[in-house]
């Protein structure tokens, strides 16, 4: 017996859309914010994990890519980081970083910073910014922040 598809179970498309665009101009990690910023909306809103549960895009693609392509090794994960210490410390890490890309590029908006010139992948491979941004008709502050998004975010 088959399980009825909702238009949800097809979510995990968004995830390597936006990180393929991206290859081409990194203004396409504004895509992202929609990924960060609706699972908080829902969770106030309702109060619980509905969208972990049902809507993300993400675990679905990881699911699909483990389970049904056979890319996992299918071990469970060190106990640890299931701990309430590390979730909370990686909370904390993750807002003081998200803090720092909001700091940042409310500088760059107000001119009082410069646009980083480099584009660091995977926090190792540096690319010149050529490559991901090739200038548009908005501020550069929008291509600084999603440098930040990507370097801090995608890459974690």
């Known amino acids: 017996m088959h399980k009825k598809k909702h238009w949800y179970d097809y979510l995990w498309i968004y995830t390597p859309f936006y990180l393929f665009l991206g290859f081409f101009n990194i ?4 895509l992202g914010m929609i990924e960060f910023m609706i699972p ?5 809103w309702k109060g619980n994990k509905s969208f972990c549960n049902r809507y ?5 693609f990881f699911n ?3 389970n049904k ?5 299918q071990k469970k994960p060190p106990k640890f ?5 590390f979730r909370y410390a990686f909370l904390i890490f993750f807002m003081t970083m998200f803090s720092f890309m909001i700091i940042t590029t409310i500088q760059v908006f107000s001119q009082t910073k410069n646009l980083k010139e480099v584009v660091t992948v995977l926090w190792t491979f540096k690319l010149p910014w050529s490559f991901a941004y090739q200038g548009t ?14 370097q801090h975010y ?3």
């Open 27 to 30: 203004l396409f990690a504004w």
């Open 40 to 44: 908080l909306v829902i969770a106030v």
């Open 56 to 60: 993300c895009g993400r675990g679905q």
């Open 64 to 66: 699909l890519l483990g």
């Open 69 to 73: 392509l056979k890319l996992s090794r």
């Open 81 to 85: 980081l299931s701990s309430l210490w």
């Open 137 to 150: 008709l908005l501020s550069d502050g929008f291509a600084q922040f999603c440098l930040w998004y990507v």
């Open 154 to 156: 995608v890459d974690i």
